[in-house]
């Protein structure tokens, strides 16, 4: 093997794509830590702290609330294969490509689905899922997303708790996007299960998945009659690592742990409430930005996801390169659209670190650079001047 | 929440226990760099250098050769999921804790599995595995552990692995504690698939779990009837990642990633060889020591496993209190038993930058030291001269 590699030496991102977002210079020196044991007494602390600090960006009391070792498609797959077991009948809501995914795995698992489905960009109606069950006779669970990444919908779900509760369904949340940016109330809210991933709202490296299971939903897996299809995400031998028990299951990726409790700590210092504050004027500042600059939201008033903003990119401009142009000529990464949207629509997060004025007012400036080398009239300084507007109100 | 968090300052602990091991500060400056996104052309470069540098450590030119977005049991489960169908039949060797996990995970994914049992502490003899392939008229393939982390044994692999391709069974081998530290060879071997850690010999912090698949491992992959079980670890999607595609599947942890890729370079500037003869130095130093202070080693001469030593503890000695006397007096963590070893026998690891020498000297004394608390006469003197020995050879 005679190749050389050089040192590592990422240049530097302004990261406002669906994530990972940036991360606090203190959350890298927490990774950085010299290393633990995974059984050693130092470590479980830190376990259980960082297992408090979930429960307060969740907003539950939970017992089973921890970071399986895994990206936030871990804990979408976790939820699932723990509460389904083959030939169970589970409503999923599909208004994006993560709700696909869910669908998906709830095929894997042997589930028979049936789907609730809206239009791209657009949520799902409480009726719809009412309807569902209404006509299935009910089903043993409803899983939805809470923050649809690939559209920039934020799903309205104390409505749809209720239906669920009515027809005995435990309700299943995709947190990845909200949690930490977006009012997110698991136990007021009726949510069972929830799973979210780390490299969002929270600003912490990808690689774990947090996840939370109350009793109801523990008392569905205590009562399995088959084994959990993945032995790797099996919560009942998990919850006895996490637990009192402390009993060996797999070795948890420690450092990451180091990261997330220092990411979670930073959380709980700016607070909750005013975290979600920040998001909300960031986002308010963008979009009133993006539109008078000329261009259009993706998901309409109301719905729209402080976190992940969807833009439709107008006709004639080629999407790719205008974020190649933002790459190469600012540094900045956004993302471009999934599915339906593929080719036709950007994603800029603002999450965690990158939820910041700064950021904000640079990439409009960037973006309308970018359509007006594309030939498009961008209006580059009236989008500037309605950011302030709404950081000046 | 009004529970206080302080600064997280673990205390430097000597790792000398299954793993995690201690990892290089160049390997911890790596992990904390620069958040990259997880399609940026920076980082794609950097997949592409963790790929090459994981063939070289797996001594493969496998194309399919990545690490998978988990510890090292995903990387079992990732091997077993896509190559099992629900009915296929398949041989799993069995002699401690690791080959009980792979049956387990074959069983969940509905194979008809035939063990092939060995004693703990003594490896699997090769006319067993014909016997088993005989009498069930062959099999999908054949999985073994090769070093067994809960026995300390090394298991040839060469004789097997001409067996299995009698009977056209796939060889799927463990290798999670010996990449990197125990001499390995995927294509001269003829291992058709293989899965590690990042935390054992390879001296990085758990979270990643590299696996390489031949051709021959992809036809059965490819040839798939039914879906891979795991939406999570299935390669058919993550390959499409990995390779010239690009295609998003989840998001990688960026994080660990960069520390992989620095772990591998520090392997391949020191090179294998010298590796593989480093981790039989300490580890030869060690079991003179041990034995001149008059204790056994669990697994006989010629399959002793350099990278984790399993000890008897003796009789009359409460090995958690040895364990406990050792992190509280020392600072050190050593393994206790697993499963059929539980309070019998202590697993010390010598991987990756534990191994060395002047932390086998000082465990020596002070596993002495431990015994002597215990009222057991341990020969401290007689045994740091018997590993002094080795080392002035």
């Known amino acids: 093997m005679e190749k050389e590699f050089g040192q ?93 995914r ?34 299935a006779g009910g089903a043993k669970l409803v899983a939805i997303v809470h923050a649809e990444t690939s559209t920039g919908v934020l799903q309205p779900l104390e409505e749809i708790s209720k239906i669920a509760k009515e027809y005995d369904a435990l309700l299943v949340v995709d947190a990845v996007t909200s949690l930490g940016g977006v009012e997110l109330k698991v136990d007021e809210w009726g949510i069972d299960a929830c799973y979210s991933g780390t490299q969002k709202a929270l600003s912490c490296p990808p ?25 790797y995400l099996d919560l009942t031998m998990i919850q006895n690592y996490w637990g009192k028990e402390r009993f060996y299951h797999h070795t948890a990726p420690i450092n990451m742990v180091y990261g997330l409790r220092e990411a979670l ?28 600059m000329g261009l259009q939201m993706i998901a309409p008033e109301g719905y729209r996801l402080p976190t992940l903003n969807a833009v439709k990119a107008p006709d004639g401009v080629d999407e790719a390169k205008a974020r190649k142009f933002l790459l190469e000529k600012y540094g900045i990464e956004i993302g471009g659209g999934l599915g339906d949207f593929k080719g036709k629509a950007w994603r800029i997060g603002l999450m965690g670190e990158s939820s910041r004025r700064n950021y904000v007012i640079l990439l409009l400036a960037a973006l309308g650079d970018a359509l007006i080398q594309q030939g498009y009239k961008a209006n580059v300084g009236s989008s500037i001047e309605a950011a302030l507007e709404v950081y000046n109100k």
């Not at 709980?268 to 539109?291: F, P, Q, V």
């Open 207 to 231: 690689g774990l998945s947090p996840v939370t299971l109350n009793d109801k939903a523990r008392k569905v897996l205590g009562n399995r009659t088959t084994k959990v299809q993945s032995w």
């Open 8 to 100: 590592l030496n990422p240049e530097y991102r302004i990261l406002l794509g669906p994530g990972p977002v940036e991360t606090s210079p203190r959350v890298l020196r927490a990774i950085s830590s010299n290393m633990l044991g995974h059984l050693d007494p130092q470590f479980l602390e830190i376990m259980n702290e960082t297992m408090d600090l979930l429960r307060y960006v969740f907003q539950t009391e939970n017992q089973l609330t921890i970071p399986m070792s895994g990206t936030g498609s871990a804990g979408m797959e976790t939820v699932m294969v723990n509460l389904i077991e083959p030939g169970d009948r589970v409503v999923v809501c599909v208004k994006g490509v993560f709700g696909q």
């Open 265 to 292: 700590m930073i959380v709980r210092e700016e607070g909750l409430e005013a975290r979600y504050a920040r998001h909300k004027l960031n986002s308010n500042a963008l979009i009133k930005g993006i539109e008078a």
């Open 102 to 135: 869910l669908r998906d795995i709830a095929g894997r698992c042997g589930a028979e689905v049936i789907s609730v489905e809206a239009p791209w960009g657009k949520p799902i109606q409480p009726e719809q899922v009412r309807d569902a069950l209404e006509s």
